[in-house]
């Protein structure tokens, strides 16, 4: 199957989000899940990056590596299965050490993970998690932005201005309203970046999204934390799928500026979001 030129990528600059994963239970039981959801196949069982136990298995579409599965440690203090964001950074070092000075934690030290790169796991001054990534072993995801594939990835915070102070310091962002000045959007831009469709209602700079907690996006959960968003062709008949797979519609489909969304979760209670785009004006 051929892609646009725009949705396929071999590189990424730094400050950009780069990768997604979700670490599971019982892998096996994901990979069945997001196999039949979304056409992936996968490459694997690969070894999980550095001492830890378990599969690591690389989703692919048309070829092209999209995400990753894996095993989640079965040890005290491991975080819960959930998708997790890598952004691309030129030293993982030197990104660790710029988000403890604004007020973050590093969680787990750098390690070679594929096909992300080096990485660290870091939280952001309000606890959310994501990992800082190194194109030293890989490069991250090769298609994007296209039905099945990732789309974007979304902080959802208790602490809005803190936020747009942290990830201005550590990766350059520059926050802009979205969608009306009652809007809850936050775009975050990061100047000279071109990515996304050229026909999509939002900046082509822009390289993830914030939302307060509450309200729909959050699926329910009241702290801090990063979502990952899937594009699909039609997000009521993604929701239909999703259930008759043993997942669970979080949030039925509802409309955002210029997107129809739905809040999804998969059988081990994994939560993500789909959407597609809609005729909607975002400047309405």
Same mark, same amino acid.
């Given at each position: ?13 730094? +400050? ?7 670490? @599971? ?10 196999? *039949? ?13 550095? *001492? ?8 692919? =579409?048309?070829?092209? *590596?999209?995400? +990753? ?12 299965? *959930? ?59 090769? =298609? ?10 979304? =902080?959802?915070? /208790? ?19 979205? +969608? ?5 959007? /936050? ?7 071109? +990515?996304? %469709?050229?026909? %999509? ?7 993830? $999204?914030? /939302? ?25 008949? /993604? ?5 008759? =797979?043993?997942?669970? $519609? ?17 059988? %081990? ?6 959407? @597609? ?8």
């Amino acid at each position: 199957m051929s892609y646009p030129a725009w949705s396929m990528r071999e590189t990424y600059p730094a +400050g950009v989000p780069c990768w997604v994963e979700t670490l @599971q239970p019982d892998v096996q039981a994901a990979l069945d899940f997001y196999g *039949a959801l979304f056409g992936w196949q996968f490459d694997g069982p690969g070894r999980m990056p550095g *001492a830890a136990e378990g599969d690591y298995f690389v989703a692919r =579409l048309g070829g092209r *590596a999209v995400a +990753g599965i894996g095993s989640l440690a079965d040890r005290p203090g491991a975080p819960e299965p *959930a998708w997790t964001t890598h952004i691309r950074v030129d030293s993982v070092d030197e990104a660790a050490e710029k988000a403890t000075e604004a007020g973050g934690t590093v969680h787990d030290r750098a390690l070679d993970e594929h096909p992300a790169g080096r990485v660290a796991l870091v939280a952001d001054q309000a606890g959310a998690r994501f990992c800082v990534s190194e194109a030293s072993a890989g490069k991250g995801a090769q =298609l994007i932005n296209t039905p099945r594939a990732w789309d974007m990835s979304s =902080l959802r915070t /208790t602490d809005l201005e803190g936020s747009n102070r942290f990830y201005g310091s550590v990766f350059g962002w520059q926050p802009e309203a979205f +969608g009306g000045s009652d809007s809850r959007i /936050t775009l975050w831009r990061l100047p000279g970046y071109a +990515g996304g %469709q050229p026909q %999509q209602p939002a900046p082509r700079d822009v390289v993830a $999204v914030m /939302t307060p907690v509450g309200g729909p996006s959050s699926a329910g959960r009241p702290d801090a934390h990063w979502s990952v968003d899937f594009y699909c062709e039609d997000v009521a008949a /993604t929701a239909d799928l999703a259930a008759r =797979l043993g997942g669970t $519609v979080i949030v039925s489909p509802y409309d955002n500026p210029g997107f129809r969304n739905a809040v999804l979760a998969d059988p %081990q209670g994994v939560a993500f979001s789909v959407s @597609q785009q809609s005729d909607e004006d975002p400047d309405s």
